[in-house]
């Protein structure tokens, strides 16, 4: 039995949410997509399988003593998959705390809330337009 390679696979992380479903925009664009609901799933999706694109969010903990968000644990994981792009959904008012973050661990794009469709489909083209050029 022959297992089938997507041609674009996307893992959308959704810890929250509160926004929109971006599912149609992302097959609309030729992505198969994951959804995964807890960051140690996520985790335990890259062991089996390297997405083109993630998108997740930044939640900002405060009360973790060791880092500022379960995003951190991602973004240390995909430092490991240098074709894989992060797309991250953040609060304006956590600009600071995700800004520290992504100074020391690579994101592709981020986009403050509420997230709007065409702003997404324009950071995806273009992320897609980058691994493949």
Known sequence: MTTLIPEKLLLSIIELGGYPNFMPLYKSLGYEV????RMRKALGFLKQHQPDVIVAEFNFQSDFRDRTSSLES???VVQRMPATRVIVFYEKEFTSQFE????????CDALTFPIEESALRTT???????ASG
């Open 74 to 76: 991602l973004l240390a």
């Open 100 to 107: 520290k973050l992504r100074s020391r661990l690579p994101v």
């Open 124 to 130: 995806l083209q273009l992320s897609t337009a980058a």
């Open 34 to 37: 994951a959804v995964e609901t």
